[in-house]
């Protein structure tokens, strides 16, 4: 019986990748990460944004409207 490969979930995206789900420019986003509002981390020298960090960046915007 043959097995099937499981899709890995994805934990990090590319600062584009993250910023069009967010619905923000390219631009934005390094300004966010930058200013601490967008929490990312570097992987052998190229940023990435972890998935639960969109999540936080919303919950910090619904908080400072």
Not at 9 to 14: G, I
């Given at each position: 019986?043959?097995?099937?490969?499981?899709?890995?979930?994805?934990?990090?995206?590319?600062?584009?990748?993250?910023?069009?789900?967010?619905?923000?420019?390219?631009?934005?986003?390094?300004?966010?990460?930058?200013?601490?509002?967008?929490?990312?981390?570097?992987?052998?020298?190229?940023?990435?944004?972890p998935v639960e960090a969109l999540g936080?960046?919303?919950?910090?915007?619904?908080?400072?409207?």
């Amino acid at each position: 019986m043959a097995t099937t490969a499981r899709p890995v979930p994805r934990v990090a995206l590319t600062v584009e990748e993250a910023a069009q789900s967010l619905g923000i420019s390219r631009a934005t986003a390094y300004r966010r990460i930058a200013d601490g509002r967008l929490r990312s981390v570097k992987v052998h020298g190229v940023r990435r944004v972890p998935v639960e960090a969109l999540g936080e960046f919303l919950a910090k915007g619904v908080e400072a409207a």
